[in-house]
């Protein structure tokens, strides 16, 4: 086969993965270049594909009434590889989609690997374009090599923009003290695969919790490096020791809030804080813990983590770190259908567009691969560019978020998660079947539904005319 009429994807993470799934079940021939294990990352543990490296949680299923949640389903109907695996190796979780991360890697390497349509090659690329290539997607994700990173920079004549983004410590199950623990998910709401009772849960006084705020603020931290300084954080994913400074009550209205949980062991006494645990692996012998990632060094995570009640014992499987995550400033530089203007041959994929969240950057990858083929099958550059979703969709509020929702300038674009914010306002019923003014949290929950009923309709209908 020619190799113009060959699609090539850098990076085979979430976004590279799932952009030649699509390529690939469309007909289209697709080389995925993974530099793993050739070259490593400060993150990375196996050479798998789509390794999660952070959370195993895929956040809420509930596409009735969320935006992730919408987004997974608009991705089902497109034929994602990503959540097909998430699917088949789902954990429970309450109303989130967490998965085995082991076994999810090892499913969508299993996909790739079997496709005729697909050649995986091991090895970094370091260089563009690709010598042969005519299509390329760059889905390397926060992670870029340096080498490959500097190229970036060449072509867009940007500084570029990064921020850090932490790992929560994963810890073994039967170092557990469950006299003191109890399995609740919040309002005890079920989820995929789950039953309800999905978390475990470690309870504070407010003695305690006081002690492990000051514990958080005063532990010692990772130093950084002269050039990461000044890197910024991503607001929706801070170390846990970062949240603490802004304020003491700052925890206790996040990933610590105690609502819609009853310790059992104290029925009568409401927790002051609670701390979850997610199951992170099949077996349910590791458990994550929810909004724990950190900088502190590892001596300080383990003695501040074994002075929350019944963890006093824990063995950690891995503890929390830091890496360093890089994106584009896309409104700036890319176009609709995530080609760089500068270089219409490049499209990029994934978290570098500044994207957050692993269903998000799958989301990109699914969207450059569909938009790459059509270029393709279409005469190149020169074709008419196959439009995104509407931005009525939960895919196309992204694309509207990445290209156009943004001023310019560089310091207004920040990563962000899909929320129903990017969404273009919707028209919803004012009164109930019984004629009563629907109001307060009603209202809410009647504007999400009218959302997420018009996104897959809109989604739905995209697919059939693209």
């Avoid at 260089?127 to 190229?151: K, N, Q, V």
């Amino acid at each position: 086969m020619e190799t113009d009429t060959i699609i090539h994807i850098i990076g085979a993470g979430l976004a590279g993965s799932e952009a030649a799934w699509q390529i690939a079940n469309a007909g289209g021939q697709v080389v995925l270049h993974e530099m793993r294990p050739a070259k490593t990352t400060d993150a990375h543990q196996s050479s798998d594909c789509a390794e999660l490296v952070c959370s195993n949680s895929f956040r809420s299923d509930d596409h009735e009434h969320n935006a992730v949640g919408v987004l997974h389903q608009e991705m089902r109907l497109a034929g994602s590889l990503i959540m097909a695996a998430a699917d088949a190796t789902k954990l429970p979780a309450g109303g989130a989609l967490a998965v085995d991360r082991e076994e999810f890697a090892h499913f969508v390497t299993r996909q790739l690997e079997a496709h005729d349509n697909i050649t995986l090659e091991r090895g970094e690329i370091a260089h563009l374009p690709i010598p042969g290539a005519s299509a390329t997607i760059i889905a390397t994700g926060p992670l870029t090599s340096d080498r490959l990173g500097e190229t970036l920079l060449e072509l867009t004549g940007e500084d570029g923009l990064a921020f850090f983004d932490a790992i929560a410590p994963i810890l073994h199950k039967d170092s557990i003290d469950f006299d003191k623990v109890w399995f609740q998910s919040r309002y005890d709401k079920p989820g995929p695969g789950g039953t309800g009772s999905d978390y475990i849960n470690c309870a504070l006084d407010e003695e305690q919790y006081e002690q492990f705020i000051n514990d958080l603020v005063t532990g010692e931290k990772t130093d950084f490096r002269e050039w990461e300084k000044n890197t910024p954080y991503f607001e929706g994913c801070l170390p846990i020791e970062v949240m603490a400074e802004r304020g003491p009550q700052t925890l206790r209205y996040g990933p610590m809030k105690p609502v819609g949980l009853t310790n059992p062991h104290q029925p009568d006494i409401k927790p002051y804080a609670v701390i979850q645990l997610r199951q992170d692996n099949a077996l349910g012998s590791l458990w994550n813990m929810v909004g724990f990632q950190t900088k502190l060094i590892y001596g300080e995570q383990k003695r501040i983590f074994r002075n929350i009640p019944g963890l006093e014992k824990a063995v950690f499987a891995r503890l929390g770190g830091l890496h360093r995550n890089s994106f584009l400033n896309s409104p700036k530089l890319l176009d609709k259908s995530l080609r760089l203007k500068s270089h219409p041959a490049l499209r990029f994929a994934g978290q570098i567009t500044g994207v957050e969240g692993y269903v998000e950057s799958s989301a990109m990858g699914l969207l450059a691969g569909r938009f790459a083929l059509h270029e393709l099958q279409n005469g190149k550059q020169n074709a008419e560019q196959l439009q995104p979703p509407p931005p009525t969709t939960a895919h196309g509020a992204l694309i509207e978020h990445l290209t156009g929702g943004h001023l310019v300038a560089k310091k207004s674009f920040q990563p962000m998660n899909v929320n129903f914010g990017l969404f273009p306002p919707v028209e919803f019923p004012s009164r109930d079947a019984e004629g009563n003014r629907i109001k307060g949290k009603k209202k809410g929950i009647a504007r999400k539904q009218a959302h997420s009923a018009r996104a897959l309709a809109d989604f739905a209908s995209w697919l059939e005319s693209a």
